[in-house]
């Protein structure tokens, strides 16, 4: 069993920054992928990025040069830089575990789920 523990998320002005932070335990970082997705009100749940178990990592279009996924092992902790945001980036934010360490854009590779963490963005 993992458990995924998000953080970090906030109000923000359009141009400014904001880093989640996902911690997980249960299972060795260095074993997992891991991703965020969102989910915006009124839409259905998205990719973000993701972080394969080697490190590779993959963006979507709309965050691309924006958004920057990160590992630290040792503290079994995953973070989402995301710089320049914009109003449409407002969603609800959710790291998500791939036990296997497969690593997708697509949602139903994922096993486990954070609760999610709200991020805001203002004009």
């Known amino acids: 069993q993992v458990q995924l523990v998000e953080s970090g998320g906030g109000g923000v002005q359009a141009g400014g920054s904001l880093t989640l932070s996902c911690a997980a335990s249960g299972r060795s970082l260095s074993l997992l992928a891991m991703a965020w997705f969102r989910r915006a009100p009124g839409k259905e749940r998205e990719f973000v990025a993701a972080?394969?178990?080697?490190?590779?990592?993959y963006y979507a279009d709309v965050v691309k040069g924006r958004f920057t996924i990160s590992r630290v092992s040792t503290k079994s902790t995953v973070y989402l830089q995301m710089n320049d945001l914009k109003t449409d980036d407002t969603a609800v934010y959710y790291c998500?575990?791939?036990?296997w360490g497969r690593g997708s854009v697509d949602q139903s590779a994922y096993d486990y789920w954070g609760q999610g963490t709200q991020v805001t963005v203002s004009i």
């Open positions: 972080i394969g178990r080697r490190s590779s990592e």
């Open positions: 998500a575990a791939d036990f």
